[in-house]
């Protein structure tokens, strides 16, 4: 198993731009969530997914937006990339949901320049 | 006061030392609670889930009090593998199922 795959690794992008950053994991698990980790703030919560075709807001939405079609897949898209958005997000995945804990993919380093 | 809170760090401590990290949280309606592992520039990973008996994993040990709605983590025989940040975890009560709050972290260096 590859458990979950995050593309790209690093991302470098102008103001204003868009971008889909990828996620797929291979462990059939429904729950899935986007973190964002900033230094200092630790990791927050962009937006969650309970299942295919369900999809949440978490504690730092705006500026993303997110779709679950599958149950492997849960894109992160950028609408207009800002510098306040460079961070490292990581995606993350799970089969029971907060019971049995995340594991994550190694993480897609953004910078927005 | 923040949602999950824990020591500032760093601690450095010499291989084979004892080293205990502390972590409260704000909403008594929590119920899952874990310490995740994160080496530098890697991604977090789930070290232990936190039950409130308490429990134990090797070295490591994790305790709950719901009651002060405090955790701890307590290392024994420090490794120099052990260096790390260490995150305390709980579940947003008010959120679904997909929903969890990350402490800070406490950075951990054992020296040799």
């Known amino acids: 198993n590859a458990g979950v795959t995050q593309t790209p690794k690093f991302q470098v992008l102008k103001t204003g731009q868009s971008m889909t950053l990828q996620c797929a994991q291979d462990?059939?698990?429904?729950?899935m969530s986007w973190y964002r980790q900033d230094p200092g703030m630790g990791l927050r919560l962009i937006h969650y997914?309970?299942?295919?075709?369900?999809?949440d807001q978490g504690e730092v939405p705006n500026g993303y937006n997110v779709s679950r079609s599958t149950t492997e897949d849960f894109p992160l898209r950028l609408l207009s990339a800002a510098p306040s958005q460079t961070s490292v997000y990581f995606c993350?995945?799970?089969?029971?949901?907060?019971?049995?804990?995340?594991?994550f993919g190694s993480g897609t380093r953004l910078t927005v320049v | 006061r923040k949602e999950v809170e824990q020591d500032p760090g760093p601690f450095n401590v010499p291989e084979g030392a004892t080293v205990a990290f502390n972590c409260t949280y704000s909403?008594?309606?929590?119920?899952?609670f874990f310490w995740y592992r994160q080496d530098c520039r890697k991604e977090p990973k789930l070290l232990m889930s936190?039950?409130?008996s308490g429990n134990e994993d090797g070295r490591f040990t994790a305790q709950l009090n719901r009651a002060s709605q405090y955790i701890s983590l307590l290392i024994r025989d420090s490794k120099l593998s052990d260096s790390a940040t260490y995150l305390c975890?709980?579940?947003?009560?008010?959120?679904?199922?997909?929903?969890?709050?990350f402490g800070k972290g406490t950075k951990l260096s054992v020296k040799p």
């Open positions: 909403n008594s309606a929590s119920q899952s």
């Open positions: 997914s309970v299942g295919a075709g369900i999809t």
């Open positions: 975890v709980v579940n947003n009560p008010r959120g679904s199922q997909g929903n969890l709050i």
């Open positions: 462990m059939n698990h429904e729950y």
């Open positions: 936190v039950y409130s």
């Open positions: 993350a995945s799970s089969l029971t949901g907060v019971q049995g804990g995340y594991t």
